[in-house]
């Protein structure tokens, strides 16, 4: 079975400013993806970045990346110039790529606070 | 972009009343579907998983009577959490499946209330 983890409940930033949120996972799989989603307020679940675990490459979408550390099984978002609207939980995910029914296991979620 | 529509957004009836939640995906067709459980500030717990034209394969610990699933077609899936109690309330979500590793795209939710 998968497991994911976000040891940090909440965190807290100065808009403009960059944020890390980690994520580390516990899998036999080898190959697999890894999302980060952004639920705001309004509880609307919204794919934030995707990484496929073959790829050496982080994955990077505008002011979002990823440091993938696929030896150390670790996940972290990094948000640049952090806005007011950035506020919102974020779940860190794992999916195996195989089979259908893929399933999403998630994390517990970190809720970030972008201060004004 | 692919969309999933879900329905009722909103329900708040009183206890012991059954209630139903559907899910579509408007512009593709969903072989798989997903139904996951959230509560305050927590993550989503999945329910089961749902395929068109079988039945659904429920979480460990999910009441598989107490919560009926139907996915009748490739775009409908249907929750129906029966003789609602207060514990009930919480906050429903699905997601489809479009194509197998994909990621899933998920609805709009929908928050139900029992008195």
């Known amino acids: 079975a998968q497991t994911v983890t976000q040891s940090q409940p909440e965190m807290s930033v100065q808009e403009a400013e960059t944020v890390t949120l980690s994520c580390t996972y516990d899998?036999?799989?080898?190959?697999?993806?890894l999302f980060w989603y952004k639920q705001p307020p309004s509880r609307q679940m919204i794919l934030v970045i995707r990484?496929?675990?073959?790829?050496?490459q982080n994955a990077t979408e505008n002011r979002f990346s990823v440091n993938f550390q696929k030896a150390a099984k670790s996940f972290s978002l990094k948000i640049s110039d952090s806005q007011l609207g950035d506020t919102a939980m974020y779940f860190c995910a794992f999916m195996k790529s195989t089979g259908a029914n893929s399933k999403l296991t998630f994390g517990k979620g970190i809720t970030l606070s972008v201060r004004p | 972009g692919a969309v999933v529509s879900q329905h009722p957004s909103w329900v708040i009836c009183k206890s012991g009343t059954s209630v139903k939640i559907e899910c579509r995906s408007l512009d593709f067709q969903a072989t798989t579907m997903f139904w996951y459980r959230q509560f305050p500030k927590q993550s989503l717990m999945l329910m089961a998983t749902s395929n068109e034209g079988s039945k659904a394969t429920y979480e460990q610990g999910v009441e598989k009577d107490k919560f009926l699933i139907n996915h009748a077609s490739l775009t409908l899936s249907t929750l129906t959490v029966t003789s609602a109690h207060p514990e009930d309330s919480s906050f429903y979500i699905c997601s489809a499946d479009e194509h197998s590793n994909q990621p899933q795209h998920f609805g709009d939710g929908t928050r139900l209330s029992i008195l």
């Open positions: 990484q496929e675990a073959y790829k050496q």
């Open positions: 899998t036999s799989e080898n190959n697999y993806y």
